[in-house]
């Protein structure tokens, strides 16, 4: 089951074909065990591709900023984005942050695509990167938006303590939808979320929680006192 591409023998993913097959999996030793050998099979087309020295390390991640950044960003609106998402090849995740110009336009500030999972340790990373080449970011008329991801809260916290962070309004209004349940009807947790949302201050949004607390689930009024 191997065939040649480009001078390189590659297996048939031996173990997508024994599930295919009804096979029992390989375990772990038997699996590197077929990939070391597979290496060694192909040892000089490796060398040729990848480079030759017992100095090469594993590539955990990237990350970069547009050349112009440190020119453009300090002139930015003084609300930023950032968000993570997982990519199509490997386990790794990609990292971003934006800010927005005077005409609206979104203008990137940086970048990062870190292996593994998003979380705290590669939030961390990702802002102490971004910090170091934009310290303008970590300033009290700065506001960043996110998600509610923890490690993306506690890494802001650690990195840019003096920037205020805010939630999504989509990603809160689905994460509301999620945990209150009932819907969007009236006196649903949904609903009453959107209701506190127009209000214009705080005393307006505590009378609306003393009107309105006798006809609210009391497990949406739970979670809507965390959020």
Request: aromatic letters at 12%; charged letters at 20%; proline letters at 4%.
């Amino acid at each position: 089951r191997l065939r040649t591409v480009t001078g390189v023998q590659t297996c048939a993913l031996p173990i997508c074909r024994r599930r295919k097959e009804g096979l029992a999996g390989m375990d772990g030793q038997t699996r590197m065990s077929f990939l070391q050998e597979w290496m060694n099979d192909n040892k000089q087309m490796l060398d040729k591709q990848m480079g030759v020295g017992q100095g090469l390390k594993y590539l955990s991640g990237i990350m970069f900023t547009p050349s112009v950044g440190k020119t453009v960003v300090p002139h930015l609106q003084k609300v930023f984005q950032a968000d993570g998402c997982h990519v199509n090849f490997g386990k790794y995740t990609i990292y971003s942050a934006y800010g927005s110009a005077a005409d609206g336009s979104m203008f990137p500030i940086s970048f990062a695509i870190l292996f593994g999972n998003e979380n705290k340790l590669g939030w961390g990373r990702f802002w102490e990167f971004t910090i170091r080449n934009y310290p303008c970011l970590n300033h009290p008329d700065v506001t960043i938006i996110t998600d509610q991801d923890k490690g993306s809260v506690s890494a802001l916290q650690q990195y840019v303590p003096d920037a205020h962070h805010f939630f999504c309004s989509w990603h809160r209004r689905g994460n509301v939808l999620k945990k209150c349940q009932g819907g969007k009807g009236f006196y649903s947790g949904f609903w009453f979320f959107n209701l506190l949302l127009n209000c214009t201050n705080n005393a307006e949004i505590q009378r609306c929680r003393e009107d309105l607390q006798n006809y609210i689930p009391v497990h949406a009024l739970e979670y809507l006192s965390r959020v």
